[in-house]
């Protein structure tokens, strides 16, 4: 994966600060976003991961520095699947196809929509899907459907909240691959992740947040003891294993193959 | 038969039905947002609201009453979204001080320079007799508006129903979208009030709304079946208060009531997991 965003700018935050109320979450974050971009952003709890996602996506204005975005950019945005209400009425086919604006007068599908909607469907492995109950799928399913959503609208930039949140490891794996593969079709793609051995080590860019940008860079660059503590708060220490960084609370003592960082 | 067909040989009754069974089909129509949206209590509070619009006018313009509770409703629904955006204050607190003390007012002004009459009684219990041409008129209006709004906005109002955020990075005009919404629903409690009442209309908003959500898992067929049942909660209710002699606002929420425990009980655990937590918004539901 190549992804450390080369390409034109599509978002630039530049000096940023967020708040809630008079909570300051984000202070100072300069942030840009390229067409060939893939960047995970890590960080604890309460960092402002979310935050800088809204900042993004613009659904939250800054209090302080500025926000600017290509004209007429078209956004995918990807919810955690915590915040959905499951008990609503939808089906899987119903979900995805509310993303689409319909220059029609009747509210139901149009041929040329439902053949969208099914190749997108199919496209993400859940064709078979779409009469169900967006509560009888997995975790895994309920993820692609709301990518499925995300990638009806074509977006040039696609965001994720905690996308493999709550998912197991076989699914995460599956996940990781098909935004790789989006990323591969030119899509620039930015994710939130507190996981940092399942997915944000696999990334080819990071952005380590504790309510400022604490390192960024390759996972090589700030998948480090140092930076790891200053974003996290606590002493992490990180291996090396097959060219792969992996964190652990304290190295244990009997691990052999790979080297200390 | 004869059950049937012999009261439509009343003028009254020929209108009253007409008027309930489009009264429970715009209020079934129009409860699945409310429902969705945890928005249950909007319903209550602006029927009380309106209720005091309807009092005060009775005062300074009786003959446009309608047009004075239907601005007052409005004033008040976008007085309390306004509010719940713009300060920490919850929406359910912010409609518990618009809403009451807004027909607290109407109904101040009224006990001190009005008089309570059969229009004042008949916007509490509600009643099918004297339903003008103009209120029929009126209600087949905000009908065919309503209905109009939701079909040609259909994509927008499910998607920013069901996720909010996500719809207005989609390109929906989340805030424009809701305060028609609110204009809608005003206006669909002041059409029907007279007939089904002040106190009883939040019901009917309610009801058909939760016994469609538990038959179907589909948002289309939701909205069919709620829209169905109002109507038939309209047509069933209006011959048992003919029949029953009782205001006809309490009879359409009767039956309702009665179809909503058929239903359950028919459905089981199936319709109770299908409407369980219905009346909570996904913003409440999200661990931050």
């Known amino acids: 994966m190549t992804g450390t965003g080369v390409g034109p700018e599509l978002i630039r935050l530049t000096g ?223 291996l090396e294993h097959l060219g792969v960084r992996l964190v652990v609370d304290e190295a244990p003592t009997s691990y052999t193959p790979g080297s200390r960082i | 038969m004869e059950t049937l067909l012999e009261p439509l040989s009343y003028a009254f009754f020929q209108k009253g039905l007409v008027v309930a069974s489009l009264s429970g089909g715009l209020l079934g129509l129009i409860g699945v947002y409310i429902v969705l949206r945890g928005m249950s209590y909007i319903g209550h509070g602006l029927a009380h609201s309106i209720f005091g619009g309807f009092a005060a006018m009775q005062l300074f313009a009786a003959k446009f009453y309608a047009i004075g509770a239907g601005l007052w409703g409005i004033v008040s629904a976008l007085a309390i979204t306004t509010v719940t955006k713009r300060s920490r204050v919850g929406a359910d607190a912010a409609i518990g001080v618009i809403t009451i003390a807004s027909f607290a007012l109407g109904v101040a002004l009224f006990a001190k320079f009005g008089s309570s009459g059969p229009s004042f009684d008949n916007a509490l219990f509600g009643s099918i007799l004297g339903i003008s041409t103009g209120q029929i008129v009126g209600l087949v209006a905000v009908t065919a508006l309503t209905a109009s709004f939701v079909f040609l906005r259909y994509r927008a109002l499910l998607f920013s129903t069901f996720d909010p955020d996500v719809a207005a990075v989609s390109g929906v005009n989340v805030g424009r979208i809701e305060a028609a919404l609110m204009v809608v629903l005003s206006l669909a409690i002041l059409a029907t009030l007279t007939v089904i009442g002040v106190t009883l209309v939040a019901a009917m908003l309610v009801i058909p709304a939760v016994i469609a959500r538990m038959l179907t898992d589909s948002f289309g067929r939701m909205l069919a079946y709620s829209t169905l049942i109002g109507t038939l909660c309209g047509l069933i209710g209006m011959y048992s208060s003919y029949y029953a002699d009782v205001p006809s606002g309490t009879m359409i929420v009767l039956v309702g009531a009665g179809l909503f425990i058929i239903v359950l009980a028919s459905t089981g655990g199936r319709g109770s997991r299908r409407s369980a937590g219905l009346d909570r918004h996904p913003e409440e539901i999200v661990t931050k």
Not at chain 1, 175 to 194: N, Y
Not at chain 1, 197 to 207: E, F, K, Q, S
């Open chain 1, 16 to 238: 940023v600060d967020a708040s809630y109320d008079d909570h300051l979450v984000l202070e100072d974050v300069s942030f840009h976003v390229h067409e060939d971009q893939f960047t995970g952003i890590v960080g604890p709890s309460g960092a402002g991961k979310t935050t800088l996602l809204k900042l993004l996506l613009q659904t939250l204005n800054p209090v302080g520095g500025t926000v600017w975005r290509a004209p007429d950019l078209r956004v995918g945005y990807v919810p955690q699947l915590e915040s959905v209400s499951w008990n609503f009425p939808i089906t899987v086919f119903e979900c995805v196809l509310m993303s689409r604006k319909s220059s029609r007068i009747r509210p139901w599908a149009s041929a040329s929509e439902k053949a969208s909607v099914s190749a997108v469907l199919e496209r993400l492995g859940i064709g078979d899907l779409g009469e169900r109950h967006i509560r009888e799928l997995s975790g895994g399913q309920q993820q692609r459907m709301f990518l499925a959503r995300a990638l009806l609208r074509q977006p040039q930039v696609l965001l994720l909240d905690e996308p493999t949140s709550g998912v197991d490891i076989s699914t995460r794996h599956d996940i990781l691959h098909l935004l790789a593969d989006l990323h591969e079709d030119g899509m620039a793609i930015v994710l939130t992740t507190h996981d940092l051995n399942g997915i944000a080590t696999h990334l080819p860019h990071l952005v380590c947040v504790n309510k400022r940008i604490v390192g960024e860079g390759t996972p090589k660059d700030v998948m480090t003891s140092e930076v790891l503590e200053r974003t996290f708060g606590a002493r992490m220490e990180v």
